[in-house]
Antibody, heavy 120, light 107 residues
């Protein structure tokens, strides 16, 4: 069974940094593409970042230059390093497995999410 | 900027009725369209990808259609457990834009 568990969320001041983690199990993580998707409180979904099995990384314009996605295939873990955070980054952040191939950016399994709150 | 517009914003339907949700793209996205269901306090669940392919384990009452700019998600006979917000997502470009969602309520 596919299982994704995010951690690392919390309260951070504007301009601060935070690193999210996602522990994956139940599938071959090293050959899977992955996404981060976020959802501001009471709002809709926003795709944030994607990483291929070959470590090619893509970002939404809203986070480009501030966020970095990475993976550790030994630890079966996905990460999101978030810098220069603003109030607009306040959201639940979901780790999700990507369908891959011609269906990149489609997420078929999701974690339960971790809440990031940016506030002074 | 590619914008995805869903309609209606909210729908109130009786169990057993047919439900049709719409999603329109501001420019053509081919068949690169997915639908998700999200219940309160839960993560989204993939329903449809490739505009019309049901994801693994999705009941046959859910179907998707359309291509280019106009897409539809149909629930053939609404069940009480289908009360949720439904989102469309285009993946024709590397922004993976979601629509704003349609909330389906049970009468």
């Amino acid at each position: 069974e596919v299982h994704l568990v995010e951690s690392g969320g919390g309260l951070v001041q504007p301009g601060g940094s935070l690193r999210l983690s996602c522990a994956a199990s139940g599938f071959t993580f090293s050959s899977s593409e992955m996404n981060w998707v976020r959802q501001a409180p009471g709002k809709g979904l926003e795709w944030v970042s994607h990483i291929t099995s070959g470590d090619t990384r893509t970002y939404a314009d809203s986070v480009k230059g501030r966020f970095t996605i990475s993976r550790d295939n030994v630890k079966n873990s996905l990460y999101l390093q978030m810098n220069s955070l603003t109030a607009d980054d306040t959201a639940v952040y979901y780790c999700a497995r990507d369908l891959g191939g011609s269906e990149q950016l489609v997420s078929d399994y999701w974690g339960q999410g971790t809440l990031v709150t940016v506030s002074s | 900027e590619l914008v995805m517009t869903q309609s209606p914003a909210t729908l109130s339907v009786s169990p057993g009725e047919r439900v049709t949700l719409s999603c329109r793209a501001s420019q053509g996205v081919g068949s690169n369209l997915a639908w998700y269901q999200q219940k309160p306090g839960q993560a989204p669940r993939l329903l449809i990808h490739g505009a019309s392919t049901r994801a693994i384990g999705i009941p046959a009452r859910f179907s998707g259609s359309g291509s280019g700019r106009e897409f539809t998600l149909t629930i053939s006979s609404l069940q009480s457990e289908d009360s949720a917000v439904y989102y469309c997502q285009q993946y024709n470009n590397w922004q993976g834009t979601f629509g704003q969602g349609t909330k389906v309520e049970i009468k």
